[in-house]
């Protein structure tokens, strides 16, 4: 299939989606990002690339590093981690403590901000350098060693993370954090702050199009049935409330972030991270949703 | 692959998990039915078919028959249809009305008891013979001439259906059922009653794993598009509020029914019904589940 | 107290409050009321009335009723009444489905309209001419024989009254609806549908000021206790969700209707009824609540 | 009346209630203090004093602090303060996030554990030294200079406080929190320790049954529109998510804390606090409200 054509194509479509969504401002950091930057980067798992745009320009991958705390979390404590962490769809906002309160402290999934909570506690509970692990650990995935923490959102997001110290203390109150609070929020505000570009985020997620195994070094990252699990857990519940309907319209496995990326995963075939800063009322980027539709329309790939 | 050896594998391991669930037993006619009883038809789309045990023995269908329902809607209101039901998994009971009532009498999907009231509305809307139109529309589809409504299932719906009064009362005051709240719970109750065997639903839904048309006949059924999407629906809302377990542990669209039934697919490969009415404390067949977690482990086959 | 001269000064200072609310409009009966009709009544357990604007003319008392419903309850089953409804504040708006689900079908409390279904089921499962005892019984409390249902607006009620026949229904699937939802629903739209004017009311309420007796005719109608505990429940649950707010401003045991009524009891004082047809968001009549406000204010009478 | 017979005989009739109820555990502090401690004192506006049992041993108030924290408030901030917090029942435990979610960080009234931080806040945000304040408050309205903080309890809540902490930075979250979390609650922490005895407390009370005025001093401790007011939130919202029981069975306005206290004002009489650390299911002493129920019976006072 002629992808780098069908990326300029869908390019080229989706000039008139631009200025109808809105840029995360919940921190200053994020609030200035120029809104019509706009990336995409397709990996294959013959080993091929196709970019478009600013696809090489690091952006804060924010929720997209769920996905990373989730396999890391999965590593160390295995299946007990989904004692403490649920694996359905919330159908709430990716903050809400209602659920919470409702279950309680066992987060619905580990895509909303209290189960992330959970895995990167589960993280920091075996390793007393759970940042820079996590750090190196997608550096490794990524092939990027030059991967770093954005040190100023991650400021920011403590600054403005109210919200996170309330569900990290509602956790704690409900014995469901190991570690201290301080010590898993610094983590979890740096994972956030990670930055990344369109090509690090699909070389990163590569592997889960390929049964575990990056198909540029052959490495085993992770063994075949968590690869396939992770990609069902990002199918469920990967983009927030917005699961159903991105399922629908696009198809494919996939985990956005407020900064504006979502990669996807088509199992077998490829990985492919877009970025564009302009979100829609739910958090996903709206251009970024948009090129994925086109992408599994024009390709005819779904899981479907 | 040999599937019939697989199925019998299966058939064997699973016997010591018999006697762990629950017949539903809201109706006599249902509290009735063997625990035991037991059928596994595949259907590829090759035209193959691989039965094991009971696979011919009809059994009720129950919320099987939402998807017939929601694709009947489909072809005569269109995309239209999702204004009045949402397709994001609800992350409550079926039969809950809390999400109804805050998200203003809009169900959440089609395949909770609200959604399929709505569609099932849709249809009587377009048909005054809608109990009639789905029966021969169920019949097309399985190529069995022979399935029927169970009437006293049926008339025990209605009898103890006090729940689905009240539910589409609250459509209904809402905004949201076209027609007399009796007009439409007469062809719910009905299409919740449809008798059919293993073979004949693994037939019925064949075509949604053949992008929408009936490897057998050559005809086309759905638009290919629209299958797709009648699939997505199912794996992100198909199975109550346990679709993210069932899409980690099974990872294929599917749609299960309080009989016991589930019914799932493989896209361009088979589609694969069981039916065991022992249910789990969510309603989902417990050894259902059960067979085709170990089918798609054996197969390795899954949309992941 | 020269209630007659406070009962004027009153009616000058709303006069500027007039065209503010909103009548209700979910009937066409209601809907048409005219939107400055006023009336007060004051009745003392002395036995002197004090009457302000239109304090004779019948208007539509609707969920004031709820308190003759609850009184002959009461009557008829003693405490284990509270066996099937609760006596909180629901701390939700009084048509809510939310909480009954949540609370299995036990309503928090008889004055929101889950709560006034079980008490008129309760009253249709002792007596088979419900209606007409219950009208009987209104006619005695307030020593008026002319006080009829209005027939236009219970049949509206009954037209557009399909959020009622939901939570009918809803209690029937928990088993906490002895009696058939039509029967129930039509004692419970034609107590809604009670025409009464200020007096009336006023008259109808004086024995919970009086510890149960008439001051008038002597009468004990009900007990001294069961008087105090009406005037209880009054207090924690008799204007929807602004029972707070209105014992912190007015602070005294009273019920609204969304006809623009509100009846208030000061134990050992009066009873004191109020009609102005505009409400306000919640339901409850801006006026009235006003009007009741400088009453106590004025008259530094209240029960705290 | 004979209060101290009256008083003497319900310490009788309660004997067989004791042993049904729980100390409260989540903090050591409270978990060992003896159960059957049991103390009654009632003051009156003649300035009379009756006295049962326990009723010069200091306890742990725990939330009737919560009133102390409005009163202040009140005065601090005046009707103001009623924009950050509301005073409607909650109808939901004290500690609940949900409500709170839902409202957008205006917590349902001063006396759940959200709406006391809020007061508090107030009362930190006008001063420095709010902790001493608000002790030298607390001893001029006992007219006791010895009451202290219990170090040790403020220590231990602390400790547990979890669930507060996030209750107080989602209330920062939604900008309903002027100060700094640790601040707040270190000023609520050792409210809630502040130790008094029934004397104490019916003493620091008995202002609210006057009008605000102490019958002792003569001082005009708080306006008494004010006092009316702060009776008319307790009555609505004293009792955790029991104040319509509460209001039927004992009728007065009060306020409880899980330290097994109760303290009870009834306006133009007297104040009555008992003490008795069995709680029921709610968090309210069973003892206490039993206590209540009776001296309200026998006496036949009660605001209804």
């Known amino acids: 299939m002629n992808y780098q054509r069908i990326l300029e194509n869908i390019g080229q479509q989706v000039q008139r989606e631009f200025g109808k969504g809105k840029v995360a401002d919940y ?15 397709v990996a294959t798992v013959e080993g091929d690339e196709f ?56 987060p619905r999934n580990p895509f909303i901000n209290a189960g992330a909570l959970v ?63 301080e010590d898993v929020l610094d983590v979890y505000f740096h994972q956030c702050a990670l930055a990344m570009s369109c090509t690090d985020t699909a070389r990163a997620f590569l592997h889960l199009a390929n049964r575990g195994t990056s198909p540029i070094s052959g490495e085993k990252l992770v063994p075949a049935r968590r690869a396939k699990r992770i990609n069902a857990v990002m199918l469920t519940c990967g983009l927030y409330d917005a699961v159903g309907n991105f399922a629908y319209r696009v198809g494919i496995p996939a985990k956005s972030g407020v900064g504006g990326g979502i990669v996807g995963v088509i199992p077998g075939v490829l990985s492919i991270c877009v970025w564009s800063p302009e979100l829609d009322a739910i958090g996903n980027s709206r251009v970024g949703a948009k090129v994925l539709e086109l992408f599994t329309t024009k390709t005819k790939l779904s899981v479907f």
């Open 27 to 41: 921190i200053p950091a994020l609030a200035r990002v120029p809104p019509k930057k706009f990336g995409i980067t």
């Open 51 to 106: 970019r478009f745009g600013d696809s090489e320009e690091p952006f804060s991958i924010q929720s997209i590093s769920k996905v990373f705390a989730l396999s890391l979390a999965l590593k160390l404590e295995g299946a007990k981690l989904w004692t403490r962490v649920g694996r359905e769809p919330s159908g709430n906002p990716y903050n809400s403590l209602v659920q919470l309160e409702k279950e309680r402290g066992i």
């Open 119 to 181: 895995t990167t506690d589960t993280v920091v509970s075996y390793d007393q350098n759970a940042g820079r692990t996590m750090l190196e650990y997608v550096r490794h995935l990524s092939q990027n060693p030059a991967v770093q923490y954005d040190e100023e959102v991650a400021m920011s997001e403590k600054e403005y993370g109210h919200l996170n110290f309330a569900m990290s203390y509602f956790l704690k109150s409900h014995g469901n954090l190991r570690c201290n609070v």
